[in-house]
């Protein structure tokens, strides 16, 4: 992994004001907070739930955006420390995920008992149909207040997902090894460097930020390049390691470590300038089927236990912003890179549809 | 059977008045309401969204317009790059099969039982598996083929796989088996005698097979030509894994940007999908006027025994043809995946230390893909089974039945096959999250929406067959006496028997490979396994992918072998 010679902002500051226009008027205020029910502690997770209850349910059932290994892990690791509760999940993409979960609702069909989307402004939209159901973790202590939603108590960052440079090392040397964004705008890179598709929510947060950061020229220039759009970041990872493409704008550090990990000659360059970010967001649906095994789930997904998992899993590798988190595998921690969000999730979500355009146009979509 | 001493009546006049009849009737009715139910039900809810442009994500849609036809213009180079891929796929596809259909059926050449059954494997597989392998051969820089031409001492890469032509040459080596199929049932119901009476005149083999065993075979090939555009249209693997890397898209490439991407843009895609109704329409269109006032009838009272041509030595020749192409489309693929499976990341050369079973251990711990892959074999088994008859039936109900709207029904069934199964999936999650039984979320929805996806695949195949038949022999039974339901056991399903096996071999592999309604419509407790393959290669690796899909290769493999062997067996019972 290069060098990053900086040390990045805190995770408070850093996410401070991230979120701040998302401020959502909670429609669904079926509010169960931890202060108005007993808090106790089992295996090492604190939770607000009645645990005879939550055994009694003795399922629980999970939606996510993420692959099928990382939800098969996670339900797995959940069952392990409470094996009287079976776990399960559903995967889908984030989007057909959401239409999913809403056609279901609409239909008057409340299976699902927590949902975790890829995109934040997924979770905003949810949260304004009133779908969360508001509980206060008694592990929400461990986070800073704007990774807890707005208002806080209907979904939290369960991991962050953030981009750097990544390069294959045997085909880049030399001068022409990327430090900053800009550099990647280099005649060299033309036909040889690769991005996400437009589906993708993390392209969309870089597109974004680095349009602040450098202008509208910066997309343009790179558009020149004629980049390469994927849609399976395995895909985009195994042609760079392999040396297909020779560099990728959109290195995520969860798919950088897969392919590092099986030995693939690829670096992870850390930009001054900062690195674009977005957060997982996870919470207790509505009218959930198991609702003390769903608080319970999400408690434990909060705590130490389920905040490991989420680092340390090879398919999962997402950085947690619990305060007292260890280390990310390679030894960082999160702190050590300026992360860049959104400032203004109006602004982001009103972008959308310009992004769409000039991504789709620019990948020769 | 025996008939009786009453005087002969035009068979017409008699038809109204048989105790059978009105069995049939009701039989015929409620299998043509059946389908039109299971098709129409979630189409109508695929034509609500895309005429909904008021909030995608309320239902039912809150305004009505044409704001997202008017949308489709904008992608009308993609719509050119799929129907200009799709056509060349199609003929590659219908070339590959008819040439080796023809060779199986109607030659000598030497161990046909086995290359009959390898033909087959193509088909078995996922099809992003082999887009996968095409990509790990014939990458430019990391193909394991330009990498040993590389190594030769070449400069450049031998060929690059990406892109429309490579796209087009998987598609065609893959769907090219289920052409096989479909012809090879046709050609196998052919009496020889035919061919045999051209040969004598003096026609070359050649001839013969272009004058005599094309036009006989001719709704078989067309009803193949329509199924397979059709697939080729609806194709997303292939687009998917070799178009992204050289900047060429498909239609289905733009519907999954479009249900993917947060908003899901679900009208849009959904105007996108209907708008191919249009294309499919005109085919089956194009395939009645060709076929209509013809009659391609081969199996009639005469009895015949299917014999093959001896065609001398060019059998070795022939033998060549079809091994070329399975090791294009089954050994060379299969050992490359194979090769990547077994390796942390794959190359040609690998270091003792890349070599690795981990992606075995992982793909076989996961309880979801263990249960996964007994949901989808249970469903196979279920979809196949139901499916034959249903199919059956519609097919004669369209080829041969009076009854009323037969016609239309044709168009109905090839709905499901007009649409990308992404888009048809929306529609079937619609109708069935408010259809009052619970079977949303459980195995139930799967089966329902198999059976509808594949109507179209059984009743092209079995179409193609009982056209060849001829209809004085169920109306010989019918003068007789026999009953509709005796007819139909005694007469028209022992001769529909190849076309019988191969829709429920096409079916149960269709049904075990299904992605794009497996996606939507499974629940918690009845996942399959497809979806999790080809997630695999969105999120963790083409190694993982490869064993994945390899696991389920030899299981659905194994179980095509013991449905053949334990059908072989009923059938010299029965013989």
Redesign the interface.
């Known amino acids: 992994m290069a060098k990053r010679g900086f040390r990045g902002l805190s995770r408070r500051t850093l996410l401070k004001g991230a979120l701040a226009a998302a401020a959502v008027p909670a429609t669904a205020r079926i509010a169960v907070s931890a202060e108005t029910r007993k808090v106790t502690e089992v295996n090492g997770v604190k939770t607000a739930a009645d645990m005879a209850k939550a055994e009694a349910e003795g399922a629980m059932?999970f939606y996510t955006h993420?692959?099928?290994?990382?939800?098969?892990a996670i339900v797995?690791a959940f069952s392990k420390d409470f094996p009287k509760i079976k776990a399960?999940?559903?995967?889908?993409?984030?989007?057909?995920l959401?239409?999913?979960l809403?056609?279901?609702r609409?239909?008057g069909?409340y299976?699902v008992d927590v949902v975790q989307f890829s995109?934040v402004?997924?979770a905003i939209?949810f949260q304004k149909?009133g779908g969360y159901e508001h509980y206060e973790s008694p592990e929400r202590a461990a986070y800073p207040a704007n990774a807890l939603g707005t208002p806080a108590g209907y979904f939290f960052f369960s991991g962050i997902d953030f981009v750097g440079i990544v390069y294959n090392s045997e085909k880049v040397t030399g001068a022409d090894v990327p430090k900053n964004w800009k550099d990647l705008l280099k005649p060299r890179f033309r036909n040889v460097i690769s991005c996400k598709?437009?589906?993708s929510?993390m392209q969309f947060v870089q597109w974004f930020e680095l349009k602040k950061l450098y202008g509208d020229d910066y997309w343009k220039e790179f558009g020149k390049l004629?980049p390469?759009?994927?849609?399976?970041?395995?895909?985009l990872f195994?042609?760079l390691?392999?040396?297909?493409e020779q560099a990728t704008i959109l290195g995520e550090w969860a798919g950088y470590q897969?392919?590092k990990d099986?030995?693939?000659p690829v670096v992870f360059v850390a930009p001054e300038d900062g690195l674009p970010a977005t957060p997982l967001a996870t919470g207790v649906v509505s009218k959930p089927a198991h609702p003390e095994a769903a608080r319970l789930f999400l408690d434990w997904l909060m705590s130490p236990k389920g905040q490991t998992l989420y680092q340390t899993n090879k398919?999962l590798y997402y950085p947690s912003l619990r305060k007292d988190a260890a280390p990310m595998p390679g030894g960082m921690k999160l702190a050590d890179y300026k992360l860049i969000f959104p400032k203004s999730m109006d602004e982001y979500e009103k972008a959308h549809p310009a992004y769409?355009k000039e991504w789709?146009a620019m990948?020769?979509? | 059977m025996e008939c009786d001493d009453r005087p002969l009546v035009p068979v017409a006049a008699t038809i109204e008045k048989r105790p059978g009849a009105p069995a049939q009737k009701l039989v015929g009715a409620a299998v043509a309401l059946l389908a039109a139910a299971f098709v129409l039900y979630p189409v109508y809810y695929l034509f609500q969204a895309a005429f909904d442009v008021g909030d995608p994500?309320?239902?039912p849609p809150e305004a009505y317009g044409l704001d997202n036809f008017a949308l489709l213009p904008n992608y009308s180079e993609?719509m050119l790059n799929t129907l200009g891929v799709a056509v060349a796929a199609t003929v590659m596809a219908l070339v590959f099969g008819f040439v080796i259909a023809w060779i199986l059926t109607r030659t000598n050449v030497p161990m046909r039982a086995a290359l009959e059954q390898l033909m087959a494997v193509p088909y078995y597989v996922t099809p992003l598996l082999g887009a996968l392998a095409w990509a790990l051969l014939g990458?430019?820089?990391?193909g394991f083929i330009n990498q040993l031409w590389r190594a030769a001492g070449a400069k450049e890469a031998l060929f690059d796989v990406t892109g429309p032509i490579g796209i087009a040459w998987v598609m065609a080596l893959f769907e090219g088996s289920v052409a096989f199929v479909m012809i090879s049932a046709v050609m196998k119901s052919m009496d020889p005698s035919l061919e045999e009476a051209s040969q004598v005149i003096g026609a070359s083999r050649l001839r013969t097979m272009i004058r005599i065993t094309l036009p006989l075979v001719a709704p078989g090939v067309l009803g193949a030509a329509i199924y397979v555009f059709a697939e080729m249209l609806g194709s997303f693997s292939a687009a998917?894994?070799l178009g992204?890397?050289?900047?060429?898209?498909v239609i289905t490439?733009?519907i999954?940007?479009l249900?993917?991407?947060?908003?899901?843009r679900?009208p849009l895609a959904a105007a996108m999908g209907v708008s191919l109704f249009a294309v499919m329409f005109a085919m089956i269109f194009l395939y009645r006027r060709i076929t209509a006032g013809r009659s391609y009838v081969t199996v009639s009272g005469k009895a015949f025994r299917p014999r093959v041509m001896d065609v001398g030595t060019l059998r070795w020749v022939l033998f060549a043809v079809c091994a070329v192409y399975l090791i294009m489309s089954v050994f060379l693929p299969m050992a490359t995946l194979l090769f990547a499976s077994v390796q942390?990341?794959a190359?040609v050369f690998p270091k003792p230390?890349?070599l690795t079973l981990e992606h075995y251990t992982?793909a076989l711990s996961?309880?979801?893909?263990r249960s996964a892959m007994g949901n989808s074999l249970l469903l196979g088994f279920l979809t196949a089974t139901i499916g034959i008859v249903l199919t059956g039936l519609l097919a004669w109900i369209i080829q041969r039945s009076r009854l009323p709207g037969r016609n239309v029904l044709e168009y109905i069934v090839m709905f499901p096959q007009a649409v990308p199964r992404l888009v048809f999936a929306?529609g079937m999650?619609?109708a069935w999250?408010?259809f009052p039984l619970p079977v949303?979320?459980t195995l139930w929805i799967l089966l329902i929406a198999y059976l509808t996806v594949f109507l179209p695949l059984g009743v092209r195949t079995i179409s193609g067959v009982l056209v060849q038949l001829d209809k004085s022999l169920e109306e010989c039974g019918e003068v007789c006496g026999a009953s509709w339901f005796y007819r139909m056991r005694t007469i028209t399903m022992p001769l529909l028997r190849p076309g019988l096996i191969a829709a429920w071999l096409l079916i149960f592999v269709a049904s075990v490979r299904e992605l794009g309604a497996s996606?939507?419509l499974?629940?918690?407790?009845s996942?399959v396994l497809t979806?999790?393959i080809v997630?695999?290669?969105?999120?963790?690796?083409?190694e993982?992918?490869a064993a994945m899909a390899l696991i389920q290769t030899v299981v659905v493999g194994a179980v095509m072998l013991v449905f053949l062997t334990v059908s072989r067996r009923a059938a010299r019972h029965g013989a």
């Open positions: 059932l993420d692959s099928d290994p990382a939800g098969a797995e399960s999940y559903l995967r889908a993409q984030n989007g057909a959401y239409a999913k809403l056609a279901e609409g239909a069909r299976a995109e402004s997924t939209d149909k598709q437009s589906t929510g004629r390469h759009g994927f849609d399976s970041r395995a895909q195994e042609r390691a392999k040396g297909e897969l392919v099986r030995g693939a398919f769409v789709n990948i020769g979509l | 994500n309320v239902r993609i990458s430019p820089e990391s998917l894994v992204s890397p050289n900047r060429f898209y490439t733009a999954y940007q249900v993917s991407q947060y908003p899901p679900l942390r990341l190359t230390s890349n992982t996961l309880n979801a893909v929306f999650m619609w999250l408010v949303y979320g996606i939507l499974m629940g918690p407790n996942k979806p999790a997630e695999a290669f969105f999120s963790s690796s083409s993982l992918t």
